[in-house]
């Protein structure tokens, strides 16, 4: 056997083996996108209740709460960026990234100071190479977040509005992550989440289901007379909204993180199929040159030996 029919087989052998792997995550990212999706769908209700809710106060008193008013000078933004902790997703973390640092110039071009909350090893490793200032950062669990992993991220975005923004708290609160369209479309898009604001009996959260129950929900409002005030009602309300919404992105985010890695290793089992006929066809070839060169030889030295024999005899 030629040397070169020894490379090919051994390179038709190494990228086999890369297939099998590529082809069994593609089948384990196909199995978490119908969870996560679930999971998605789950969660909507709740969600949409509680805008519900947090509308209906707002709509339905005359309360000033800081969570619902527009600063008249806003000086500091907080940004949460969610990416994953794991690669093997094409362009998923680029896009994400590449959103945020479209929402951070826009928000220093209106002259307001930024404060990055990143989720993901990916999100955080692209800040820390940079030397960039991170204020809080989550890993571990993007692949499958729990509302604990969402109650643990929404905590600080929370202290951070509530708090005045001359002691360090922040007039804006917006999030970066990847919605999931469909099991080919996957889009990163940035949304603020507060302050919460109205137009038209409408809450203009970002979020299309929150933008229509919203309106269900101011359709007719009157106002409303709270126990104990308005006020407490929102202070316990808002922070379960911020919640709710860090959690439908956590799980589209990670819906969306899956469905990149399942398109991904498609592909790189497809590239790998091609180049493994690409090699055995080569293979062939070497090995169809080896029998010639050997058929040749058997030949030719038959011929030689006849001719020496016949040489002999004389």
């Not at 199995?31 to 707002?58: D, F, G, M, N, W």
């Not at 999100?123 to 977040?145: C, I, L, M, Q, W």
């Not at 917006?174 to 949304?191: G, K, L, N, P, R």
């Amino acid at each position: 056997m030629g040397a070169q029919l020894r490379v090919y087989k051994r390179r038709i052998k190494s990228v086999t083996a890369t297939k099998k792997i590529t082809r069994a995550m593609e089948m384990i990212a196909a199995s978490r996108i119908i969870k996560a999706q679930r999971k998605v769908t789950a969660s909507e209700p709740y969600a949409k209740e509680l805008t519900h809710a947090v509308t209906a106060v707002a709509q339905g008193s005359d309360t000033k709460h800081p969570l619902l008013t527009e600063a008249e000078q806003p000086k500091r933004a907080a940004v949460l960026l969610i990416t994953s902790d794991r690669g093997l997703a094409g362009g998923y973390n680029s896009n994400a990234i590449k959103a945020a640092e479209g929402l951070n110039a826009r928000l220093a071009a209106e002259g307001k100071e930024i404060e990055s909350y990143i989720v993901g090893s990916k999100g955080v490793a692209y800040y820390g190479f940079r030397d960039r200032a991170v204020k809080e950062s989550f890993t571990g669990f993007t692949d499958n977040p729990s509302y604990a992993d969402a109650k643990a991220v929404a905590a600080p975005l929370i202290e951070a509005v509530q708090r005045e923004t001359a002691e360090g708290g922040v007039d804006e609160l917006h999030i970066v992550y990847t919605e999931f369209v469909s099991m080919m479309t996957q889009t990163a898009v940035d949304a603020r989440m507060l302050p919460l604001s109205f137009a038209g009996g409408v809450e203009s959260s970002g979020e299309g289901e929150g933008e229509g129950a919203a309106k269900g929900a101011t359709a007719l409002l009157p106002l409303y007379d709270f126990e104990p005030s308005a006020e407490d009602v929102l202070d316990a309300l808002l922070p379960r909204y911020v919640e709710s919404r860090v959690y439908n992105a956590l799980l589209q985010a990670a819906a969306s993180k899956h469905a990149a890695t399942r398109r991904a290793m498609k592909s790189a089992t497809d590239n790998a199929e091609d180049l493994i006929k690409s090699l055995t066809r080569l293979a062939n070839a070497a090995r169809q040159a080896d029998i010639t060169q050997e058929i040749s030889e058997i030949v030719g030295g038959a011929s030689a030996l006849a001719d020496a024999n016949a040489g002999s005899d004389r």
